[in-house]
């Protein structure tokens, strides 16, 4: 096969314990999947959680420096626990959600949350606040043969060295099984998909030069810096 132009690089994800790559294929969010920040955020907490993507190469890897993005004024941070899935498939029952995980990781949300406001109040697609340049830091994968299935175990994210947001995920709305099967009603699921689930409350804004730590109970941790203005 001859392409007229050469194809962008695969976007992939390192996995702790290997020099194995993790494939991404695409990234599906959670959005509103703990009670706490819909509060913080003036959200009606009855609605259910809303599931939006990032592309597949807007990921920022551990040690990475995640420019401040053009169009905004108001960065803000949100870390959750990443699942990466190693199958898939459509209308997956919960029961079996678990089997499709290939590990797991820690990774930030980045939020234009000036531009988040309007979408919200008119009803406009998301892209513009969550799916931009560098808005998907992730660390590297835990595999799940070595974490076991996780159910509980606090995230949390420090910002030059001050504890920011810091829950347990047993606090999440939606659970990880429930998550999976619920996106698998409307989207083929595969191999190299990876979901962040939601983040806790806590979330902020962050200015270059910013130091950003994400941590997981039983996950590798991420690093990233915010760095100058990009453009």
């Avoid at 695409?26 to 599931?51: F, L, S």
């Avoid at 949100?78 to 079996?96: H, M, R």
């Avoid at 797991?104 to 979408?119: C, S």
């Amino acid at each position: 096969m001859t392409y007229a132009l050469t194809p962008p690089p695969q976007a992939h994800l390192d996995i702790s314990g290997t020099d194995e790559l993790f494939p991404v294929r695409r990234i599906y969010c959670i959005g509103k999947n703990y009670t706490a920040h819909i509060i913080e955020m003036n959200a009606d907490e009855r609605d259910p959680p809303v599931i939006f993507m990032k592309p597949a190469d807007a990921i920022v890897k551990n040690g990475g420096e995640i420019p401040y993005p053009v169009f905004t004024n108001n960065f803000h941070f949100e870390c959750e626990l990443v699942v990466a899935l190693k199958s898939g498939g459509y209308n997956i029952p919960v029961a079996e959600a678990s089997d499709h995980i290939y590990g797991y990781a820690v990774g930030l949300d980045m939020t234009r949350r000036d531009h988040q406001a309007e979408a919200l109040e008119k009803g406009l697609p998301w892209e513009v606040t969550k799916g931009f340049d560098h808005s998907a830091p992730v660390g590297p994968i835990t595999r799940a043969s070595d974490s076991g299935v996780l159910t509980m175990g606090h995230v949390r994210l420090k910002v030059n060295g001050q504890v920011r947001q810091d829950a347990d995920i047993s606090l999440m709305i939606w659970k990880v099984d429930e998550i999976i099967s619920k996106l698998s009603e409307q989207h083929r699921l595969m191999a190299g998909d990876i979901i962040m689930t939601g983040t806790p409350a806590g979330v902020g804004a962050v200015v270059t030069g910013d130091v950003l730590d994400c941590s997981m109970d039983g996950v590798e941790p991420m690093q990233v810096r915010i760095g100058p203005k990009a453009g």
